[in-house]
């Protein structure tokens, strides 16, 4: 039970849990919730590229982008700057639900560590540790 990885685990399993049940009535879960947060970070992204920011195999990619994509949150579309390439976007339906959701997992954290004396800086610390 003192186990660093066990312990770890077991948070992770319940912060998980209460993102998905914040989550579900918006139609998201944290996994596609990571893809939109992937896709709006920066510059248009190819669905290979989401890919390789995200650390998942093109398979997987592709189911996750053909499930958001029939429930109207994202769009592949060809590149304004190169016509050979399709980048992945959010559609309007998909940039108002991405903002909801990132309201809810960043309150979600926050009640998660609020127990903890100054949950605001273990978080900002936790993750500079782990290398977000």
């Known amino acids: ?3 660093l990885g066990y312990l770890l685990k077991h948070v992770l399993a319940r912060l998980t849990d209460e ?3 914040a989550l579900a009535p918006y139609g998201l879960n944290g996994r596609d919730l990571a893809v939109l947060s992937a896709i709006v970070a920066g510059e248009p992204l190819s669905q290979l590229e989401v890919a390789h920011r995200l650390r998942v195999d093109r398979t997987s990619i ?3 982008l ?3 994509e029939e429930r109207g949150f994202v769009e592949r579309r060809r590149s304004p700057e190169d016509r050979r390439r399709n980048v992945v976007v959010l559609t309007e339906q998909g ?3 991405f903002a909801t959701a990132e309201r809810i997992r960043l309150e ?3 009640e998660f560590l ?3 004396a100054d949950g605001a800086r273990f978080r900002d610390e936790l993750k500079l540790l782990l290398g977000e």
Do not use: C, V, W
Request: no cysteine.
């Open 19 to 21: 993102q998905t049940k």
């Open 66 to 68: 053909d499930g958001l």
């Open 114 to 116: 609020a127990p903890l």
């Open 62 to 64: 592709g189911d996750l």
């Open 108 to 110: 979600i954290e926050r």
């Open 95 to 97: 940039e108002t639900t």
């Open 1 to 3: 039970m003192d186990r």
